[in-house]
């Protein structure tokens, strides 16, 4: 009997598919289409096992739907571009392109050696000129539907790297990269206009039914429609050109407990009143060190300047608010100008009490009665849902119980009634900032004249390049130091003229990359044949940390994509199916050092729990991978000791795929030797006896494990259907059936675990004599005969002990059983000639033999 060898065998097959084309997509009218796509990945240089749990997912799903007759497309490609490459670039005094095509060309021999069933001759990066040259014929496009715009935006520089950072890129205040306080600064800007989409993002998520709910609802609060008033404060004695502070809330119900107005500190009030007043001018300045993103001001302390205006409350001209700028309000959302209700909002509340601001009133909890409002003192702020019944004390609709919801509306009709305001609906979802003061991005396709403004190129220059003589020496963007790229003739008038130096956001080059896979060589964004045929994306896979942005920007996308003619109606909404794949964790190996600090070991140097030296780790269960805590395990190693299909086999089966899965040495061993075990029974199969019995429990148990393994790949259950797979190898290892059915089942076995472990099926499938390649042999199809359970398995017990096990008729009666019990081999040699004690036989569960 021959053993199964990894090293040998995986190579052959990866060949054998790659001569026969198997897995390059072709657009076939007579067939279904089935579109699989996995997030593309950001070329760093290495695999990880993430990747391979993530990319086997989408390879099951490929693989099963080649073999049931579909035509399918599963591409891959690089999200290439990226401030990464550029710190590359200054690190290792290498050019960003030279840097990110070797990490390229380093993952895809790795993903090659996973065996994954993807269409390499559609691959493209988004760094490549053809590829970013249409995203700028897009942009061009974009520009002249309206979709795209510039203005003046308050945005996170980074001083030292001189940069605009997204929200993201901002950590407590710094820099990710440089550790530089960052500053909020006025720039101009270019936007895409989402917005103009929010009403339909929001809705159409309804229709996604194959999307999880959190995702969902995670894009729904980011879309954020809300229904509110729109109205304004008049100012006593303001500074000239200022006589009223415009504000939108979403609780108007509040708005008699007001206490104060706050402004930003890029409100134009604030901006007029700096110049005269170097403290607030000081205030102002420290602000704006402060990054843009809500959550971080959310957590940094609440502060204040008093300017020492007053407003009119809108109810009673003798009732006067103090302005104040505080760091907690930013100019892009809203009005950039706020009423405190600190009886009513935690951080206004926090305002109120380091100021000694009052604290009015407006609700209270529904069974709380105050005598009078103005006497009742609320220590902390009472923040209700609006769906939560209170009792207004100071509301539109007199003293009552009701919802927030209800008061909120009466309040909007009471305003509107008396002029103060009118209902407003408006989303939290703002214009999507899209320049980056960077080198290594997509160049946008705009020139700057004197006398003809902002020209775009003309589309036959297209693409705009980046220059390859490009130096990382000073801080900042080359571009800008860059003339004889710089500088040219404006493409209208011919006079002297400068490009935009700015370059596209990342999330740019992510946001139509599925629409290019349908025709990556096409001299437009998309052909409409291909689009039409391919589109929509039925299937698509990747990480929850992409929920937001990414998801919401491809969803933009899409629709612009189609209201500039590249994408048919129906993939405005480009994603029919999303998942979201848990992570692979590892324990953490660590020891300290003579300072106590952490010092993290590879999981390769610890053996036993402890080092090479002797030392013992302290051990961190359960963590995210991550390079700087040394708890990676790299792929290459794993496919050298046990092969792909182990490495394919473990992260499938050790957890359902939506949460986390911990990567551990001794399970990967165990899946190695479980290959072994169903290659050696498959092996046997064929040197099984001619005749046996029980042909037909074995064909059965062969149909309701097709049954079971379709339903999970279908239900994305693949640990289910892993599962499914070992029980069933347990029954085919200990089937007395005869050589033709044994053969029968194991080839049904190879197709059944062919999406999972690739290699090891073909050369199974191949042995036992099935026809061509197993990837595109007919999926199984269960009988729905053979999965009615007409049968029953007895265990046998002798003496306490299971010694065997009978398969009768559901039906069959005790005096039958007992009789086919006794005739059993293991209970004749027990018995050795004697006769039992007793014989039980509990119907449908098992039969007892005491001796």
Partial sequence: MSSYDAAEIEPKWQDAWTDAGTFEARRDPDKPKYY???????????????????????????????????????????????????????????HPGEWTYANIANMKSQFSRLGLSLD?????????????????????????????????????????????????????GRGWRSGALVERRELTQWFFKISDYSDALLDALDTLENWPDKVKTMQANWIGRSRGLQFAFSLVDGPQGHDRIEVYTTRPDTLRGASFVGISPD????????????????????????????????????????????????????????????????????????????????????????????????????????????????QTALVAPKDTPVRYVRGF???????????????????????????????????????????????????????????????????????????????????????????????????????ETDTMDTFVDSSWYYARFTSPGAETPTDPEEAAYWMNVDQYIGGVEHAILHLLYSRFFARAMHATGHLPARATEPFDALFTQGMVTHEIYQTRD???????H????????????????????????????????????????YGADTARWFVLSDSPPERDVEWTASGAEAASKHLARVWRICDEASGAAEQGRDDDALRRAAHRTIHDVTM??????????????????SVLQKSPAGRAAKCEAARILAQLMAPMTPHLSEEIWARLGGEGLVVNAPWPVADPAMLIDDEVVLPIQINGKRRDEITVAKDLGKDAIEKLVLERHAVQKALDGAAPRKLIVVPGRIVNVVI
Avoid at 131 to 145: N, R, V
Avoid at 289 to 294: K, L, P, S
Avoid at 594 to 600: A, G, I, K, M, Q
């Fill in 602 to 641: 590879f999981p390769h140097e610890v053996t036993d729990g402890k080092l090479a030296d002797g030392r013992a780790v302290e051990v961190i269960p359960s963590a995210k991978m991550s390079k700087s805590k040394r708890n990676v395990v790299d792929p290459v190693e794993i496919i050298d000791r």
């Fill in 120 to 172: 390499w001759s559609r691959e493209f990066a988004t760094c490549d000129p053809d590829y970013y040259g249409k995203q700028q014929a897009m942009f061009i496009d974009f520009l002249e539907q309206g979709l795209v715009y510039r203005k003046n935006a308050v945005v996170n520089w980074d001083p030292v790297d001189m940069t605009v950072l997204a929200n993201e890129q901002v950590e407590d």
């Fill in 397 to 499: 609709a007199g003293e009552e119980v009701q919802t927030a919801n209800a008061a909120i509306d009466a309040a909007i009709a009471f305003c509107e009634a008396n002029g103060v305001g009118h209902g407003v609906t408006k989303f939290r979802l703002r214009d999507w900032g899209l320049s980056r003061q960077r080198y290594w991005g997509c160049p946008i396709p705009v020139i700057h004249c004197e006398t003809c403004g902002v020209v775009p190129e003309k589309k036959e220059n297209l693409p705009v390049e980046l220059p390859k003589d490009v130096s990382f020496d000073q801080p900042g963007n080359p571009l800008d130091r860059h003339p004889t790229w710089r500088d040219v003739p404006c493409p209208s008038c011919g006079a002297p003229a400068k490009r």
């Fill in 36 to 94: 699989v796509l996995e997030m593309f990945p950001y070329p760093s240089g290495n695999l990880h096992i993430g990747h391979v749990r993530n990319y086997t997912m989408g390879d099951v799903v490929a693989r099963y739907k080649i073999s049931t007759g579909h035509a399918v497309l599963h591409p891959m490609g690089w999200d290439a571009f990226g401030l990464p490459a550029e710190n590359a670039a200054q690190e290792r005094r290498v």
């Fill in 594 to 600: 003579e300072t106590n600090r952490p010092v993290y």
């Fill in 712 to 729: 999970g790949i279908e239900s994305f259950g693949f640990n289910a259907a892993v599962a499914r797979l070992y029980a069933f190898t």
């Fill in 267 to 378: 409100h134009p009030l604030a901006r007029q009143l700096e110049k005269d007043n170097e403290e607030l001018a000081a205030f102002n300045a420290e602000c704006r060190r402060m990054g843009t993103a809500e959550e971080d001001m959310e957590k940094a302390e609440k502060k204040g300047f008093d300017t020492g205006l007053r407003v009119r409350h809108p109810f009673d001209t003798a009732w006067e608010l103090p302005v104040h700028v505080a760091n907690f309000i930013l100019m892009d959302y809203g009005t950039g100008a706020v009423f405190g209700c600190p009886a009513h909002d935690e951080r206004d509340h926090d305002f109120a009490v380091k100021y000694g601001l009052p604290i009015y009133a407006t609700f209270v909890p529904e069974g709380e009665l105050p005598g009078d409002p103005d006497e009742y003192v609320q």
